[in-house]
């Protein structure tokens, strides 16, 4: 059992892994996966397979449940020695996020992150124009820092009334 079958063709095996893992959800926007979140920063494999993944804002309370779905999801599917990593640097931005993610965020009813939003503060965060995923107006006012949970905030749309979510950049 000594030779693995990850050295027949290692980065065969890293893009497997990476298919793999776009079936991992993030527990709190369960129509986004950890490759569409942006969050998966590398798959590396050498006597361990090395997974690093980046938290959407530092803190993010989610991310001991994520490095444990990537785990399981490797686990099921045969993988051993699987070491998951943590990295805080560099801070996740929003940019990370797959185009196909950001529309799947939209679709779900959740505002995506801002593009041009590079250097959140808490005082930017509050005046910045979010567009209702309902119906476009950018006419939307900030009611909560926290929405559902502690990664998203909860807007308003002043036009059609309806209430979402933002997801937060960190
Ligand atoms: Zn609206």
């Known amino acids: 059992m000594e030779s693995s079958i990850y050295d027949i063709n290692t980065a065969k095996e890293e893009q497997k892994i990476w ?3 776009q079936d991992v959800k993030d527990p709190e926007v369960p129509v986004l996966s950890v490759v569409d979140l ?3 920063r590398s ?3 050498d006597e361990k397979i ?3 993944i980046t938290p959407t804002y530092s803190g993010c309370p989610a991310m001991d449940v994520i490095s444990m779905d990537i785990r399981l999801k490797l686990l099921e599917k045969g993988y051993k020695n699987i070491n998951v990593q943590q990295s805080l640097s ?5 940019d990370w996020m797959t185009e196909e993610g950001k ?3 939209k679709a779900y009813g959740i505002a995506p992150p801002n593009p041009k939003q590079q250097f959140c503060t808490t005082d930017m965060f509050a005046e910045e124009a979010v567009q209702c995923p309902r119906c476009g107006s950018h006419h939307t006012k900030l009611i909560s820092q926290f929405g559902s949970t502690a ?3 909860m807007y308003q749309c ?3 009334k309806e209430a979402f979510d933002y997801f937060k950049c960190h």
């Open 151 to 153: 990664c998203k905030s």
């Open 158 to 160: 002043q036009e059609c």
């Open 90 to 94: 560099p801070a996740w931005t929003t």
């Open 43 to 45: 798959v590396s494999i």
């Open 19 to 21: 298919a793999l893992l």
């Open 38 to 40: 942006g969050i998966v």
């Open 103 to 105: 529309q799947k965020l």
């Open 50 to 52: 090395n997974i690093v």
